[in-house]
């Protein structure tokens, strides 16, 4: 009998450590193929929003394993690479801004660089001829990763061991989990990119996807195990960096083992301005997102907005004009700061913003080619993803990480298992002269080795009372900041609840082309009062996933993720 009772215990043992990894993180209990998207919570101990259930269902669950905020943001990125493969990444970059429990604001910037071998022209013929089919398409577009370095900077604030945070990730990689109809959509529309620049055919090359097939990634599971049990070493160096580097060759692009181990993240002072007694935390240089945001919010903040209400014909005019003369100065002024000198304190200033709004008329438009200075503009891709989290003990983060182009070069690392970034489009290719898309861009973003790109990414955090209050972000490329904008000023001239200040239409100018960008919904009277006073409306899809947290009178955390997609928000 004592024989029969050892064995058993022996069993359950056995049992229970094959259910663990080697450094004893467990699982995190969550049904990977049957799982619902929730767009609203309110919780009282933590709460976080992301662009896939998955990913947030997977920070709720290390908040309540004792993780913090920064925990659970980590917990969500690395899940966010597996499930949501064409903006989650680990072979991209973005920007964190927290608000740590001790009081104090951080930015880290761990946004994707120019190689060591790039130069300024080169995505150019030899007669000039600008290529952007290189610099968005396969190996040659692709800048050095940031992604993981930046999860081990942000590692610095967190509590728990990095394998509990990991784990999830890698069970999801490795035992697969179930795809959406909208996910088996994006996949099949994929699928001549993928066979054209790729090298190594991989996983997600399929016949058909349909809605409820399991993405199994078992290279990428090994990427992830190796990134747990060596950190940053474990992609930038060794087994991963040496797959990176062969894909390069075998591509023709230009990332070298020197590039990968020389990669560094930048913890920066956050962008930090007041507006009515609120502080609002952003992103600084090579962010564009926390100076356009402090600009735009400056420029309405004598103007009684709250007064107009809420799609007024007199508001939409007002933002549409400080839109307008921000992004103006976005095209001329702002790149990477650590290689151009960005004039950030001359151009936040309260003199040169009442400046600037001295041409504004209320009752007409101001024509684009009469507000100075300024370039056109380089295309930005409108893939990024972001997430929002916070917790009881007073963290807040806000992260926005990019490929991007939707699944970034479409092209992925053969034997590791994830997808490389097409970051070097959002340089200006050829400064001064129009690409394809007849935009072009400054001096200020030109390419230049070991540069990071200019961006548009704006995670945000709001304080009132020096506590944290909002916690906000949105993909988007070039329309990040005014969504970001549109939302706050929805929330805190409109009075408007959560819900509302995320899901009601959304409307973008961004100075060049001289247009008010307009979703299906917008009020059609606003648009007929604004085509009278001289503005031209074109109508398009979605603007942004806005992904808002924002702390109720009572304490309590209420967590929207936007309607526009499948994000999902989960809260305790």
């Known amino acids: 009998m004592q024989r029969i009772v050892y064995f058993f215990f022996l069993i359950v043992f056995i049992s229970a450590c094959t259910s663990t990894s080697k450094t004893g993180s467990s699982s995190v209990p969550i049904d990977p193929y049957q799982y619902k998207t929730v767009k609203k919570t309110i919780s009282s101990n933590g709460a976080v929003v992301s662009a896939?259930?998955?990913?947030?269902?997977?920070?709720?669950?290390?908040?309540?394993?004792?993780?913090?905020?920064?925990?659970?943001?980590?917990?969500?990125?690395?899940?966010?690479?597996v499930v949501y493969p064409n903006a989650g990444n680990l072979g991209g970059g973005g920007f964190m801004v927290a608000r740590l429990s001790s009081g104090e604001l951080i930015s880290l910037d761990f946004r994707e660089k120019a190689p060591a071998s790039a130069h300024r022209?080169?995505?150019?013929?030899?007669?000039?001829?600008?290529?952007?089919?290189?610099?968005?398409?396969?190996?040659?577009?692709?800048?050095?990763?940031?992604?993981?370095a930046g999860i081990f900077a942000e590692y610095k604030y967190a509590k728990l061991p990095i394998a509990k945070l990991i784990q999830p990730a890698i069970d999801l990689a490795e035992k697969g989990f179930a795809i959406t109809e909208n996910e088996a959509a994006s996949l099949n529309a994929l699928q001549t990119d993928l066979k054209k620049l790729n090298t190594v055919m991989p996983v997600f090359v399929k016949d058909k996807w349909k809605a409820?097939?399991?993405?199994?990634?078992?290279?990428?599971?090994?990427?992830?195990?190796?990134?747990?049990?060596?950190?940053?070493?474990?992609?930038?160096?060794?087994?991963?960096?040496?797959?990176?580097?062969?894909?390069?060759?075998?591509?023709?692009g230009m990332i070298t083992l020197e590039d990968l181990k020389n990669y560094d993240v930048k913890k920066?002072?956050?962008?930090?301005?007041?507006?009515?007694?609120?502080?609002?935390?952003?992103?600084?240089?090579?962010?564009?997102?926390?100076?356009?945001?402090?600009?735009?919010?400056?420029?309405?903040?004598?103007?009684?907005?709250?007064?107009?209400?809420?799609?007024s014909v007199q508001a939409v005019q007002l933002m549409t004009e400080v839109e307008r003369r921000a992004y103006a100065d976005r095209a001329e002024y702002m790149g990477d700061a650590d290689f151009y000198k960005v004039p950030v304190e001359k151009l936040r200033s309260d003199s040169y913003l009442q400046n600037r709004m001295k041409t504004w008329d209320p009752n007409k438009a101001t024509p684009s080619t009469a507000i100075e200075p300024g370039v056109l503009m380089a295309k930005e891709s409108e893939e990024t993803t972001h997430l929002s989290v916070i917790d009881k003990e007073g963290n807040a983060v806000s992260i926005t990480t990019t490929l991007n182009d939707s699944y970034g070069s479409r092209t992925v690392v053969g034997g590791a298992g994830f997808i490389l970034n097409d970051e070097m489009d959002d340089f200006s290719i050829k400064p001064g002269v129009p690409n394809m898309y007849g935009a072009v861009g400054g001096e200020a973003n030109a390419i230049a080795p070991g540069k990071r790109m200019l961006s548009s990414m704006t995670p945000t955090i709001v304080l009132k009372d020096n506590k944290p209050y909002i916690v906000v972000g949105t993909p988007g490329g070039t329309t990040i900041p005014t969504q970001v904008f549109q939302t706050l000023v929805n929330i805190l001239e409109f009075n408007m609840t959560t819900e509302d200040a995320v899901y009601k239409p959304k409307f973008h100018h961004q100075w060049l082309p001289d247009e008010i960008m307009v979703e299906k919904a917008f009020p059609e009277d606003v648009r007929n009062a604004l085509e009278k006073m001289g503005y031209t409306i074109r109508q398009r899809g979605a603007i942004g996933r806005t992904e808002t947290i924002r702390v109720l009178p009572d304490g309590r955390f209420e967590a929207v993720a936007d309607k526009r997609g499948e994000d999902a928000a989960e809260g305790w």
Not at 53 to 79: F, M
Not at 244 to 252: A, C, D, L, S, T
Request: aromatic share 4%.
């Open 212 to 252: 409820g097939d399991t993405l199994v990634q078992k290279d990428l599971a090994q990427t992830l195990i190796r990134i747990r049990d060596k950190g940053a070493a474990g992609f930038y160096e060794g087994e991963t960096a040496r797959l990176i580097v062969e894909e390069m060759k075998r591509g023709h």
């Open 52 to 81: 896939h259930s998955l990913a947030s269902k997977t920070g709720v669950e290390i908040l309540k394993q004792g993780g913090n905020a920064v925990d659970a943001a980590i917990a969500t990125q690395l899940a966010l690479a």
């Open 121 to 148: 022209d080169m995505y150019l013929e030899a007669d000039g001829t600008p290529r952007t089919d290189k610099s968005q398409d396969g190996h040659l577009s692709v800048g050095v990763p940031g992604t993981v």
């Open 268 to 311: 920066r002072s956050p962008h930090v301005f007041t507006y009515k007694g609120y502080t609002i935390a952003g992103m600084p240089m090579p962010s564009s997102g926390g100076l356009l945001l402090n600009q735009m919010m400056k420029m309405i903040e004598d103007k009684n907005i709250g007064a107009m209400g809420f799609h």
